[in-house]
């Protein structure tokens, strides 16, 4: 299945190669012209047939959260730093996987309570009894991610680890599959380094230059029990992204988006939160500005090694963005 093999990819921040990889043997049939930039993004392009056709840039980022090894121990205890955004106390007991296979379970130098978030008191045990043996299987600059599982769950519910964004991803592959010959140019940019500040966005927007920018991420939900306000829910529908900390979206991109899902029965709520951020934003900000939107999927436990989202909000979500690229733009 392309979303549980694209969850279990190995993706950290700035090392998305296996993704990329799995992501252009899934497009290379449907895709008109496909291209890997310097940082890495992968871009795929489909020609529009419109006469008076827009320029249209999606973009899912390819990465994942991850650690990165600072230290070795004399005990062969590994010391890392984060890439991207990851709690410390969810982190701890976990289990991560590097590059090369190695698994290693987080622990931590000090009572958990008195970690306060500071990674330099975590620490990575993969067994070994010194730091020559640890040696011989990681090395300083090595990174790892959380290991978890692809499984299904009740309500038409599934959990991994990165679903954040490999959904996007699964949205944007399957969205190409179905979109046929669109009306408008659609650049499908699978982005690098998100987690780390939108960096692959940014290059991609000033190569592409479109007319209109949608960024396929995930979004907090706010339907269970946590530190976050707000109405996304799980099985509630598609996202249609109005704003967060670092984008308030074009409202004439919102209003087809809504007229898009009301006119094919695509089942859709407004995505408004206080916290975090996607690609949107840099390409909103890139050349002299881009009317920009997002495509989002409410997920719980982000940021985390079992996030949990609902198939139904990512199909519905693939519809959406298939169906929007077809869209008359008329900018006033």
């Known amino acids: 299945m392309l979303l549980k093999d694209l969850t279990q990819a190995f993706g950290v921040s700035g090392y998305e190669k296996e993704v990329r990889e799995m992501i252009k043997d899934a497009v290379k049939d449907c895709a008109d012209e496909v291209m890997v930039d310097a940082l890495g993004n992968l871009i795929v392009y489909k020609k529009g047939s419109a006469k008076d056709k827009k320029k249209i840039m999606a973009a899912a980022h390819m990465d994942e959260i991850g650690l990165q090894v600072t230290k070795i121990e004399p005990s062969g205890l590994i010391k890392v730093k984060t890439l991207g955004f990851l709690w410390a106390d969810t982190t701890y007991m976990s289990r991560v996987r590097f590059r090369n296979g190695i698994t290693g379970i987080v622990t931590s130098t000090t009572k958990m309570e008195n970690v306060k978030g500071d990674f330099t008191k975590l620490c990575v045990d993969i067994g070994a009894r010194s730091k020559e043996e ?144 996607t690609d949107a934003s840099s390409i909103n900000l890139s050349n002299y500005g881009v009317r920009a939107s997002g495509i989002t999927i409410v997920t719980r436990y982000p940021h985390g090694p079992n996030s949990m989202a609902n198939m139904e909000d990512i199909e519905a979500s693939v519809r959406l963005l298939a169906l929007f690229v077809n869209r008359d733009f008329s900018f006033e």
């Open 134 to 277: 640890a040696m011989e299987y990681v090395k300083i600059g090595d990174v790892a991610n959380y290991i978890g599982e692809y499984a299904e769950l009740k309500g038409g519910n599934i959990t991994a680890k990165a679903l954040d964004n490999r959904s996007g991803c699964y949205v944007m592959i399957k969205a190409l599959m179905d979109m046929g010959t669109p009306a408008n140019d659609v650049y499908l940019v699978f982005t690098v380094q998100e987690e780390l500040g939108c960096r692959g966005a940014k290059i991609a927007a000033q190569r592409i230059q479109p007319d209109i920018g949608i960024a396929v991420d995930i979004t907090p939900a706010h339907d269970y029990p946590c530190d976050l306000e707000g109405s996304n829910a799980l099985g509630a529908g598609t996202g249609i992204k109005v704003s967060d900390p670092s984008v308030i979206c074009d409202e004439y991109l919102i209003s087809e988006m809504v007229r898009c899902c009301e006119e094919n029965n695509i089942k859709y709520q407004y995505d408004v939160i206080d916290k975090g951020g």
